[in-house]
C-alpha cells in the first residue's frame, strides 16, 4: 500500500473496525488523524499511534462536520461510525429510528460534506460502510437497512458528484463482524451458529477483514476505483450456501 505523505481521518476510530483500520494504516506509514466520542478510549489509541485526536459525537448536530474541518488539508477520510438497532418496525420507536438514521446515514453525509471540501483542490478517497442488511432482506432490519440503504446511494451519487475533482468515493457492505455492536448476537451460541451457516465462507467477519477492504478502497493507488459498494460479507449478500 502507498500511504506515504498521505493523512488519512478515521471517524468512529475507538470501534472494533474502526480501530483496526487506525492501526493498519499507521502500519502502511499513514499520518492518521482519530475522531471518536468516548475520549478515554480515543487518547489511549491516539497515544499508542502517536495520532493526532479529535473528538466529536456524531449524534450531535455540526460536531463531525466541525471535528473534520479541523482535521486540516486530508487525502483519505473513511467513517466507520454506526449503530445496529434490530427490531421489526412495529416495535422501533421514534427514538430509535431517528438514532439509526443519525448515526448511520447523516454521520455518512457529514462525513461527504466536510470531507470533500478537503478535497476538492487536490482530489482523495472516502470510503463509508453500508451493510449486506442493505442488499439482501434479512428480517427485523427494518431501521438500520433503510439507514444503510441510504449510505450506498449517497456513495453512488456522490462519486459522480465529485469524479472530476479527483475525488473517490466508494463503500464497504459487511455481514455480520464480531464486534461490541454485535455483541448480543455473537455472544448468543444458537444466534452465532445460525448467523454463521448464513455466510457461505462459514464463518462471520473479523474488524481486520472489513479495515483490510477500507484500507485498500482508501489506498491512492488504487486511482480507478470509484463508486462501488463492495460486499466484505463472507458470501451474505450474493451467494447461497448449500
Given at each position: 500500500m502507498a500511504f506515504t505523505d498521505v493523512t488519512v481521518g478515521v471517524l468512529g476510530a475507538t470501534g472494533s473496525v474502526g480501530s483496526a483500520l487506525a492501526r493498519r494504516l499507521h502500519k502502511a506509514g499513514?499520518?492518521?488523524?482519530?475522531?471518536?466520542?468516548?475520549?478515554?478510549?480515543?487518547?489511549?489509541?491516539?497515544?499508542?499511534?502517536?495520532a493526532?485526536?479529535?473528538?466529536?459525537d456524531a449524534a450531535?448536530?455540526?460536531e463531525l462536520d466541525q471535528a473534520i474541518g479541523a482535521m486540516g488539508?486530508?487525502?483519505g477520510i473513511a467513517s466507520c461510525i454506526g449503530s445496529l438497532v434490530l427490531k421489526p418496525a412495529h416495535a422501533t420507536s421514534d427514538a430509535d429510528w431517528d438514532s439509526a438514521i443519525a448515526l448511520n446515514l447523516t454521520s455518512a453525509f457529514q462525513t461527504v460534506r466536510a470531507g470533500t471540501k478537503t478535497m476538492l483542490n487536490g482530489g482523495g478517497s472516502i470510503v463509508l460502510v453500508s451493510s449486506?442488511?442493505?442488499?439482501?432482506?434479512?428480517?427485523?432490519?427494518?431501521?438500520?437497512?433503510?439507514?444503510?440503504?441510504?449510505?450506498?446511494?449517497?456513495t453512488l451519487s456522490a462519486a459522480a458528484t465529485y469524479a472530476p475533482r479527483g475525488i473517490r468515493v466508494n463503500?464497504?457492505?459487511?455481514?455480520?463482524?464480531?464486534?461490541?455492536?454485535?455483541?448480543?448476537?455473537?455472544?448468543?451460541?444458537a444466534s452465532l451458529k445460525a448467523s454463521v451457516a448464513m455466510h457461505a465462507l462459514g464463518r462471520v467477519g473479523s474488524p481486520e477483514d472489513v479495515a483490510s477492504a477500507i484500507?485498500?478502497?482508501?489506498?491512492?493507488?488504487?486511482?480507478?476505483?470509484?463508486?462501488?459498494?463492495?460486499?466484505?460479507?463472507?458470501?451474505?449478500?450474493s451467494v447461497r450456501s448449500r
Amino acid at each position: 500500500m502507498a500511504f506515504t505523505d498521505v493523512t488519512v481521518g478515521v471517524l468512529g476510530a475507538t470501534g472494533s473496525v474502526g480501530s483496526a483500520l487506525a492501526r493498519r494504516l499507521h502500519k502502511a506509514g499513514a499520518t492518521v488523524i482519530l475522531c471518536g466520542r468516548n475520549a478515554e478510549k480515543l487518547n489511549a489509541l491516539g497515544a499508542e499511534l502517536g495520532a493526532r485526536t479529535v473528538q466529536a459525537d456524531a449524534a450531535k448536530p455540526g460536531e463531525l462536520d466541525q471535528a473534520i474541518g479541523a482535521m486540516g488539508p486530508l487525502y483519505g477520510i473513511a467513517s466507520c461510525i454506526g449503530s445496529l438497532v434490530l427490531k421489526p418496525a412495529h416495535a422501533t420507536s421514534d427514538a430509535d429510528w431517528d438514532s439509526a438514521i443519525a448515526l448511520n446515514l447523516t454521520s455518512a453525509f457529514q462525513t461527504v460534506r466536510a470531507g470533500t471540501k478537503t478535497m476538492l483542490n487536490g482530489g482523495g478517497s472516502i470510503v463509508l460502510v453500508s451493510s449486506s442488511a442493505a442488499r439482501i432482506g434479512l428480517a427485523n432490519h427494518e431501521a438500520i437497512a433503510a439507514a444503510k440503504a441510504g449510505v450506498a446511494g449517497l456513495t453512488l451519487s456522490a462519486a459522480a458528484t465529485y469524479a472530476p475533482r479527483g475525488i473517490r468515493v466508494n463503500c464497504v457492505s459487511p455481514g455480520l463482524v464480531m464486534s461490541g455492536l454485535t455483541q448480543r448476537i455473537t455472544s448468543n451460541e444458537a444466534s452465532l451458529k445460525a448467523s454463521v451457516a448464513m455466510h457461505a465462507l462459514g464463518r462471520v467477519g473479523s474488524p481486520e477483514d472489513v479495515a483490510s477492504a477500507i484500507a485498500w478502497l482508501l489506498d491512492p493507488e488504487q486511482r480507478w476505483v470509484t463508486g462501488q459498494v463492495l460486499g466484505v460479507d463472507g458470501g451474505l449478500g450474493s451467494v447461497r450456501s448449500r
